[in-house]
């Protein structure tokens, strides 16, 4: 099964949005609404911030929001704060294996 | 609330097996799927498998089975992770997670993690 492809790197201004997506087949994204979004800072365990391609765990901002369309997922960070500044990686439940798959990962930058 | 506490950094020479545990707390071990995951140095998450702490079920990814075991000792809370037949590429930190969602409605995602042990393969 092959990774999900992320944009490599995003950034922007404080205040700024930024959307990163996620794409993949009809096997994995395009196949269920198992789409979920962590986010890891530097030499921190990875944590959850969307789940079922657009809900948000208790504790997350609103700022977070992710959506789908087809084979491509997104996750969009409004009102970018320094703490945004992290690693974002996306991954998809393969129904039919069962098994998982990750995104190749992208760095936020914030400027 | 939850946590996962991981055990200490691990290294091994090629060829050997390696054993890492996962203790949980602060929820019912038996009502939610773990899963181990693992990153290697500078790379992406990466899927190992799952188990059910409340029963027999486990789901290795294909790429590890015949080198991966997952166990569980439900009287203490803890999670067992063996791989064997080590190699350099196996190096990376393991995680162990909590899958959202109890059993009976799984989520398909990882909740909360442990903090990642460090396993180095080398000769």
């Known amino acids: 099964q092959s990774a999900l492809t992320q944009p490599p790197s995003a950034s922007g201004s404080p205040g700024q949005s930024v959307t990163i997506s996620c794409t993949g087949t009809?096997?994995?994204?395009?196949?269920?609404?198992?789409v979920s979004w962590y986010q890891q800072h530097p030499g921190k365990a990875p944590k959850l911030i969307i789940y079922?391609?657009?809900k948000r765990p208790s504790g997350v901002p609103d700022r977070f929001s992710g959506s789908k369309s087809g084979n491509t997922a997104s996750l969009t960070v409004s009102g970018l704060q320094a703490e945004d500044e992290a690693d974002y990686y996306c991954?998809?439940?393969?129904?039919?294996?069962?098994?998982?798959?990750f995104g190749t990962g992208t760095e936020v930058t914030v400027l | 609330q939850v946590h996962l506490v991981q055990s200490g950094a691990e290294v091994k020479e090629p060829g050997a097996a390696v054993s890492l545990s996962c203790k949980a707390s602060?929820?019912?071990?038996?009502?939610?799927?773990m899963h181990w995951l693992r990153q290697a140095p500078g790379q992406g998450l990466e899927w190992m498998g799952a188990?059910?702490?409340?029963?027999?079920?486990?789901n290795y990814a294909q790429k590890f089975r015949g080198r991966v075991t997952m166990t569980k000792d439900t009287s203490t809370s803890t999670l067992y992770m063996q791989l064997s037949s080590l190699r350099s590429e196996d190096t990376a930190v393991y995680y162990c997670?909590?899958?959202?969602?109890?059993?009976?409605?799984?989520?398909?995602?990882?909740?909360?993690w442990g903090q990642g042990t460090l396993v180095t393969v080398s000769s």
């Open positions: 997670a909590r899958e959202g969602g109890e059993i009976v409605t799984p989520q398909k995602n990882f909740d909360n």
């Open positions: 602060g929820y019912t071990f038996t009502n939610y799927y």
């Open positions: 188990l059910n702490p409340g029963g027999d079920y486990t």
């Open positions: 009809s096997s994995d994204v395009g196949g269920n609404n198992y």
């Open positions: 079922e391609v657009n």
């Open positions: 991954t998809s439940y393969i129904g039919n294996i069962p098994s998982y798959v």
